[in-house]
């Protein structure tokens, strides 16, 4: 099994800028799609952005203009730029990938998530 480590999470002012970093290691043949969702308590995780393995992207379109996903398949790694940050950004936000291990079924695996806080 992939497991997906993410990383770059924290507190940051409104206005200010976070990167997140989600590296994944384990048994992988391909990484299909990428991804980051986020989760505000008491909902349903949502999607903020996703990557294809050729660097298609797809956003939320709330967040166009202020998040940027990017991937790099020798790392095994994907970012999210978040910029303009804002109060209401704050959420756990999860990495997801799809892996390939050249046997089995492709699957879906999670990060366990990281915090991002935006306050004064």
């Known amino acids: 099994q992939a497991q997906l480590v993410e990383s770059g999470g924290g507190l940051v002012q409104p206005g200010g800028s976070l990167r997140l970093s989600c590296a994944a290691s384990?048994?992988?043949?391909?990484?299909?799609?990428m991804g980051w969702y986020r989760q505000f308590p008491g909902k349903q995780r949502e999607l903020v952005a996703a990557i294809t393995r050729g660097g298609i992207t797809n956003y939320a379109d709330s967040l166009k203009g202020r998040f940027t996903i990017s991937r790099d398949n020798a790392k095994r790694t994907v970012y999210l730029q978040m910029n303009s940050l804002k109060p209401e950004d704050t959420a756990v936000y999860y990495c997801?990938?799809?892996?390939?291990?050249?046997?089995?079924?492709?699957?879906?695996?999670w990060g366990q998530g990281t915090q991002v806080t935006v306050s004064s």
């Open positions: 997801n990938a799809n892996f390939f291990d050249g046997v089995r079924p492709a699957y879906d695996a």
């Open positions: 384990g048994n992988i043949f391909r990484i299909n799609n």
